[in-house]
């Protein structure tokens, strides 16, 4: 029988989510680069390198000018999810560049000179865990929220653990449904099975998932459940409740029905990215509040006419929910005001560095 030329054959790396924008971004790098460059997803990223899969699993380090870049700004290196073009060194692998993300969990705040750290990269969805018993933590609920709206992902919440609740369980659904606007939530147990199958079918082939939550939440139990065998380490609760760090590293998990899940460490504090989009959308419900007031630059303190104090004071509003938002609206700014400021500095080095070597250049060439 003569083989069907016109059917498409399948990318090697098909399974970790190769697509047609990721083909253009590493046909763009390839016809760029000096060396025969190969695709590849980082699983886990560490100080200077990588592992990646080409589909095989593989240490690579960094290309000299990608060493530099990351150190320049420490968002350039490679993190888990993302895809990069690598060559062969010798017997070592080395990164050459990072493609362009479609997608990327940023996290701010974390360091005095204010550049970003990417946690996860290539995302097309994120399960934020809430342990029943632990909360909820509204607040941080919708810190994660927003870093996951203004991520480019799609934001998913399951309240895990919920065998622990008890008679409380209604309560705390409904009080995280009342803060996670267009986002799904589902209850779920790890332990008992209650509602795993409705939130594993939003494990579609070929997408990438990240979990994010506090440790404890339940995050790598939850995998495994899903998986139905053990692919992350669990761990024990302490005594205050608060989980002990089983997963240390960002790594891509590979689920039996074709998913990808990247399993990073508990995060029990997050700042809000300097991008305001990510806290309208978590709190999508106060502005459309604040689209009915009478005046457009309503600070929603006093004004006369203002729709978002009408609805605090006839109960529509949680007033500690106007005061989040106010609190995470100004987190924004203050973020992306010391976002700007490194940017303009690090503009102004460059342009001191290229001046004092056009005068340098100067002196050589009059001979001193």
Known sequence: MTPDTDTPTLHPLSRLGWNPRVQRAFDAAANAGEHPLFPARVTSSRRGGALVRLPVEARADYAPALTRAAQADPSCAPCAGDWVAVRRSGDTWLVEAVLERSSSLVRQGVAKDSHDQVLAANIDAVLICEAADQGPNVGRLERFLSLVWASGATPVVAVTKTELAGEGLPGVLELVRSVTT?????????????????????????????????????KSSLVNAIARQPLAATGEIRQDKRGRHTTTHRQLLELPGGALVLDIPGVRRIDVPGDPGGVDQTFADVRELARRCRFRNCAHESEPGCAILAAVDEGELDARRLARWNRLRREAEWNRSRGDQRVRAERKQRWKAADQEARANAWRKRGR
């Open 182 to 218: 267009g986002a799904d939530v589902y209850a779920v147990s790890a332990h008992t099975g209650d509602g795993l199958r409705e939130l594993a079918a939003r494990f579609l082939p070929g997408t990438s998932w990240v979990l994010l939550g506090t440790s404890g939440a339940g």
